[in-house]
């Protein structure tokens, strides 16, 4: 409600929808979407962190003591991989029905439709910033301190949002479509979460199996995070330039296709 009628003053208003407006669509959207998911919660936030590191102290105790992969550091290891991961996961099941669960404002007369991938992708951004600081306490804890590459972490993140945007933007319109979109989405996160380097070493797999592995976008990012945060060392440069670009083209490729489909999204709601 407050977004439509944020949008209403606006519009009624005969104003131009520039890169003002809608960035402060956006930034009520987002907002909105922190006050409905925390609201009457006694933790608000802190669920968003509490979650990841829930994971972190299952995926330790099985992988440090059970089956143990004998990776140094292993606990910053598994961060630097759940962190990235939780907002790839979580920026696409949110998107999947970023139309679905927002017919009202879909139904508004010219309303800037495709913000609503946006917000869902954005407002997992935020809390993959909110966790940074949890990530800097056990850095620090375990003897790492800031190097110079640490500036490359807002472009590592900016290829990370290009690609969950190019992906959202599909899965949105294919939601309208097909429902069973986010069902299909469940199951493809939970065995590709299995592939992606999230607690196992990508250098530690034997070739042809370890290509095939770091073919997965997801296994640049995280080396790339890692290499910042670990190693102390920029990221390297050819994968997440060839990253970069590929991100690039998707996204605008599938924002094309999305445009091509939001006039009938009203029909199909």
Not at 109 to 132: D, I, K
Not at 231 to 237: A, I, N, T
């Amino acid at each position: 409600q407050m977004a439509t009628n944020t949008y209403s003053r606006k519009h009624t208003r005969g104003k131009k929808m520039g890169i003002a407006y809608l960035r402060d669509l956006m930034w009520v959207l987002v907002s909105r979407e922190f006050k409905l998911r925390y609201k009457r919660s006694l933790l608000g936030v802190a669920w968003s962190l509490l979650v990841p590191m829930a994971q972190l102290g299952v995926l330790y105790v099985v992988f440090s003591y059970m089956l143990q992969l004998n990776i140094p550091h292993f606990s910053i290891f598994l961060l630097t991989g759940i962190l990235p991961w939780t907002w790839f996961s979580g920026a696409l099941t949110a998107a999947s029905s970023a139309i679905v669960d927002n017919r009202e404002l879909v139904k508004q007369v010219n309303f800037p439709v495709g913000v609503l991938p946006a917000v869902s992708v954005l407002s997992q951004m935020v809390h993959f910033v909110l966790a940074l600081p949890i990530l800097a306490g056990f850095l620090l804890a375990e003897g790492f301190r800031p190097t110079l590459p640490l500036i490359s972490l807002p472009i590592v993140m900016l290829i990370q949002l290009l690609l969950l945007l190019g992906l959202s933007y599909i899965l949105a319109t294919l939601q309208v479509r097909f429902r069973d979109t986010q069902y299909l989405l469940g199951i493809f996160l939970f065995l590709f979460f299995y592939v992606t380097p999230v607690f196992w070493d990508a250098n530690r797999i034997q070739e042809p199996f370890r290509t095939i592995m770091l073919a997965n976008p997801l296994a640049s990012l995280l080396g790339a995070y890692r290499s910042i945060f670990m190693d102390g060392r920029w990221p390297s440069l050819v994968p997440m330039a060839l990253l970069a670009v590929t991100s690039a083209a998707l996204c605008s490729v599938c924002y094309v296709l999305f445009k091509r489909s939001r006039d009938r999204f009203v029909e199909e709601l």
